[in-house]
C-alpha cells in the first residue's frame, strides 16, 4: 500500500492552499468591524444630539409654575350681576390669544 511509504499524507496535499477561504474570513472580520463602529458612532451622535434639548417638564412642575393669564382669570369677579360681568369682559386681555396660538403652532411643527 501506499501508506507504507511514508511520504504521504492520508489527507492529501497538504502543501496547497485552500481557495479563498481566508479571504472571506478577513472579510467577514472588516465587515464586522465597520458596523460595530457604525453603531458606536451612531449612539455618540444620538446622546450628544439628546443633552442639547431641555429636560421635559414633569406634570408636578407644570402645575407648581404660575401662570399671567390664569392669575389674572382668577381675580375676575364672581358676581353674576349683568353689570359685573360686563366689567370683567372689558378687563379680560384677548390679544395675547393669537400668539399663543401660534407657539402652539410652532411647537407641534418641530
Not at 492520508?10 to 464586522?32: D, F, H, R, W
Not at 465597520?34 to 446622546?47: A, M
Not at 450628544?48 to 408636578?60: F, L, M, S, V, Y
Amino acid at each position: 500500500m501506499e501508506q507504507e511509504n511514508g511520504n504521504e499524507s492520508p489527507i492529501g496535499n497538504v502543501g496547497t492552499p485552500l481557495p479563498n477561504m481566508e479571504q472571506k474570513s478577513v472579510g467577514a472580520v472588516i465587515g464586522t468591524i465597520i458596523i460595530i463602529v457604525l453603531l458606536v458612532v451612531g449612539g455618540i451622535y444620538f446622546f450628544t444630539a439628546r443633552k442639547g434639548e431641555a429636560p421635559i417638564p414633569t406634570p408636578e412642575e407644570i402645575l407648581q409654575t404660575q401662570d399671567a393669564t390664569t392669575t389674572a382669570l382668577e381675580r375676575l369677579g364672581t358676581s353674576d350681576n349683568v353689570g359685573d360681568i360686563e366689567i370683567d369682559i372689558n378687563n379680560t386681555d384677548l390679544g395675547s390669544i393669537d400668539a399663543e396660538l401660534q407657539d402652539i403652532d410652532t411647537e407641534f411643527s418641530n
